[in-house]
């Protein structure tokens, strides 16, 4: 069983980026779902189990986003924009 454990996390990694939107909104669905209390207790601890999932991705996807975005504002890089508005013009 470890080695399924370590896979997962091996192709965790290696998976495409979510769709962050998407995931927010299957997230707020759950979430919904859960609230209106309509589910059975099995139902809600999948329901709780994708949430968590659905939760780490997207801390995830905003944590690498920040990274990019401080990469890009750091002091010292300068962007070569003037191709992209010289594109638009």
Do not use: H, W
């Amino acid at each position: 069983m470890a080695e399924s454990a370590n896979e997962g996390t091996a192709s965790s990694a290696q998976r495409e980026p979510i769709d962050f939107e998407a995931a927010l909104a299957e997230l707020e669905e759950l979430v919904g779902r859960m609230e209106a209390g309509s589910l059975s207790l099995e139902e809600s601890l999948r329901a709780f189990e994708r949430g968590i999932k659905l939760t780490r991705e997207c801390q995830s996807a905003l944590r690498s986003a920040e990274l990019r975005i401080k990469a890009l504002t750091q002091e010292g890089v300068e962007l070569d924009l003037s191709s992209k508005d010289q594109e638009d013009a």
